[in-house]
């Protein structure tokens, strides 16, 4: 009876120096390993990179920290290392070929189940969620990201985060493919608990601008705005009917049309208009403006 082969897959977390001495181990620059004497490096020209590092391991994991708005302490967690290997028996004889697909492989499994689509972040000291979701239907460049930022006027005094379908208890953050939050407040009876919402397909730093659009109204005066420039558009058409649902349907589809959003740049910190290419993904001068791209639509 042949010995049964195993794939391992295993992981473990990194802080700060951590990182420099696996990306040492890994890499393989130095010439003695004490942790692992058993490393030959006599065979370390056989290696591969099926992803070619494009800079130090600590500067990429530093570099996507940012870009996901996140903040960090000294002893958070920066890089997950995700080690993947079999019993001995499984490469015994094989071609480099071989081994390089089982690799392969692999990284297609640990980056369908590990990448995140959604990182949600809960700052408690700010009363403010901020993340971001790649989520979308196809079509759009590989960077593409809908960051987003929710300031509440409450101190939390519950906070979890979510991560597929669990809830994590005292948890600030969570990445994958399906996140959330869950927080609570300390109210009375009948007390109201506002939110202010942006979002941004530039970066999170844009997305904190651009929930400054909101100014420091209230809700109530937003409501009020937001009603005075509706009826404002609604009222460029008028028409007479004698049959009320003739006008309901005709308002309805009328507010319908001009309710998908349409300018697609954003005023940066500078005061200058960009916009998110979906055609490249870089963040370019000047506007660009969008309809609906959805089929069917003269039936809403």
Wanted: aromatic share 12%; proline share 5%.
């Amino acid at each position: 009876m042949s010995k049964p082969q195993f794939a391992i897959l295993r992981f473990a977390k990194y802080k700060g120096p951590e990182i420099s001495n696996i990306e040492a181990h890994n890499e393989r620059t130095k010439e003695d390993y004490a942790s692992n004497p058993d490393i030959d490096k006599s065979r370390s020209h056989l290696n591969f990179h099926l992803v070619t590092p494009q800079r130090k391991y600590r500067a990429e994991s530093e570099k996507q920290i940012a870009e996901a708005g996140c903040r960090t302490r000294s002893d958070s967690v920066r890089v997950v290392e995700a080690l993947v290997t079999a019993s001995p028996e499984f490469f015994k004889g094989k071609k480099k070929a071989e081994i390089k697909a089982y690799f392969q492989e692999a990284l297609g499994f640990i980056r369908e189940h590990q990448d995140p689509k959604t990182i949600m972040k809960v700052i408690p000291e700010e009363n403010k969620i901020i993340g971001y979701s790649t989520k979308n239907s196809g079509g759009v460049p590989e960077n593409f990201k809908n960051y987003f930022v929710i300031q509440f006027d409450k101190p939390f005094t519950f906070v979890s985060t979510v991560f597929e379908n669990n809830i994590l208890p005292n948890e600030t953050e969570a990445k994958g493919n399906h996140t959330g939050a869950v927080i609570g407040f300390a109210t009375k009876k009948g007390e109201i608990v506002h939110a202010r919402v942006a979002s941004s397909f530039i970066s999170p730093e844009q997305a904190e601008l651009n929930l400054k659009e909101l100014g420091k109204n209230s809700f109530d005066q937003l409501v009020a705005n937001g009603r005075e420039i509706w009826n404002r558009e609604m009222s460029k058409i008028e028409i007479e009917d004698d049959n009320i649902d003739n006008l309901r349907t005709f308002y309805s589809c009328l507010y319908r049309s001009m309710l998908f959003p349409r300018s697609f740049y954003e005023i940066d910190a500078k005061g200058q208009v960009m916009h998110y290419s979906p055609y490249n993904g870089e963040v370019r001068p000047g506007y660009m403006f969008t309809d609906t791209g959805f089929w069917d639509t003269q039936n809403l």
